[in-house]
Structures are given as structure tokens and as C-alpha cells.
């Protein structure tokens, strides 16, 4: 669907940004960083896997502090300490519905959602069949990931 040059999509703005896949659980950037367990605040791009449904038995998330760099965090020993990390963060990511349900499910409160790409998705085009990840990203920025 071509848009013209003066209309803004945030959704399709986020694709750009960052790039991640779900099927694979990669983030596309430029380097790979060291989580450094301090609080996280500001915008931050997010990607979580739970080996069951509704956050059950966290597995790993994914989390972009800065474009370019990606941080990948292992949730399988002590998911509550870094989750605590989250209190002043603005959330931004694909499905967040099921990164809500890790939060909860470790009874932590949950961060500000700044934008969920599924809903947005969602929002610009109700019609729109395929709204998985990548093929979002394909739809809207030719990404052949």
C-alpha cells in the first residue's frame, strides 16, 4: 500500500527503527550489548518469549535501549530482578499483551506502553489479514527477513 510522503505512520515508523523477528527471536542491529541490569527509562523496544502461553515459564527478552544495539536478557533464572528494571520505562514492541502477562504473572508492575506495532497495525488497516510481524514488515517496508 503506497502512502504519500507527508503522511506519518508510527507503526510503520517503529518497522524502521528496529527490526525483529518473532518466528526467529532476532533483532536486527548493528552490534550486540551486555545487559547492564540498571534502571531502564525512556522509549525502549522490547521482545519476550515464554516457553508457555500467557507468560508462563519466561524464557528470554530481547531489549533495545538505543537504536543499533540490542541486549538479550535470560528470564529463565530470576525474571522479577529484571522486570523490576522496567518501573520508569515506556514500552514499545510487537504483541505486548504477552510481555503484560510475564509482568504479571512475576506480580510486578507493569511499564507505560508507548506503542504495540500489532495494534497499530490493527488500527491503520482493520481489514489487513496477514499482521504477523514480518509480514508487517514486508508489507510496509519490503523487509525480506
Known amino acids: 500500500m503506497a502512502r504519500a510522503s507527508q503522511d506519518y505512520n508510527p507503526t510503520q515508523a517503529l518497522l524502521q527503527r528496529t527490526v525483529f523477528s518473532a518466528g526467529e527471536a532476532s533483532l536486527t542491529a ?3 550489548v551486555p545487559f547492564d541490569n540498571l534502571p531502564i527509562t525512556g ?3 522490547v521482545y519476550a518469549r515464554s516457553k508457555k502461553a500467557l507468560g508462563e515459564e519466561p524464557d528470554f527478552m530481547l531489549i533495545s ?3 543499533g544495539e540490542v541486549s538479550i536478557v535470560d ?3 530470576n525474571p522479577k530482578k529484571v522486570l523490576e ?3 520508569g520505562a515506556r514500552l514499545i514492541g510487537y504483541d505486548i499483551k504477552k510481555i503484560l502477562h510475564i509482568f504479571l504473572r512475576e506480580n510486578v ?3 507505560i506502553i ?3 506495532i500489532q495494534v497499530g497495525a490493527f488500527l491503520i488497516n482493520s481489514l489487513q489479514r496477514d ?5 508487517l514488515a514486508g508489507n510496509e517496508l519490503g523487509y525480506e527477513g
Do not use: N, Q, R
Open 65 to 67: 535501549k538505543k537504536k
Open 75 to 77: 528470564l529463565k533464572k
Open 114 to 116: 508507548e506503542h504495540d
Open 30 to 32: 548493528d552490534k550486540l
Open 131 to 135: 499482521t504477523g510481524f514480518t509480514d
Open 85 to 87: 528494571l522496567f518501573s
Open 43 to 45: 522509549e525502549v523496544i
Open 109 to 111: 508492575d507493569a511499564p
